[in-house]
């Protein structure tokens, strides 16, 4: 069992930059995949950026690259979402997932899941 923890979310003007964190509790945190998902209002949950338990990766989706970096510390338990240059439509929930699956982009592929932080950014 893996409980998750997100925090670091806010408001920020476009152009800005926020970090979030994800604490995981549990002694296995290093044995998963660690995901980002992130849920505007009125739309699907929906892939952000992932590692995978020995920093593999990382992978991310297309409208992140270059500006997102995902990271993580198994010694703390944590992982990191460092998000530069925040755009609008970057305002959404971000959750933090942690899974087994061979795979990473799917909802599916994470079995623990954070409550989320809000992110939303001002024009």
């Known amino acids: 069992q893996v409980q998750l923890v997100e925090s670091g979310g806010g408001l920020v003007q476009a152009g800005g930059s926020l970090r979030l964190s994800c604490a995981a509790s549990?002694?296995?945190?290093?044995?998963?995949?660690m995901g980002w998902f992130r849920q505007a209002p009125g739309k699907e949950r929906e892939f952000v950026a992932a590692i995978t338990r020995s920093g593999g990766g990382p992978y991310y989706a297309n409208f992140v690259k270059g500006r997102f970096t995902i990271s993580r510390e198994n010694a703390k338990n944590m992982v990191y979402l460092q998000m530069n240059s925040l755009k609008p439509e970057d305002t959404a929930v971000y959750y933090c997932a942690a899974g087994n699956s061979a795979f990473w982009s799917g909802s599916y592929d994470y079995d623990y899941w954070g409550q989320g932080t809000q992110v939303t950014v001002s024009s």
């Open positions: 549990g002694r296995t945190f290093s044995t998963y995949t």
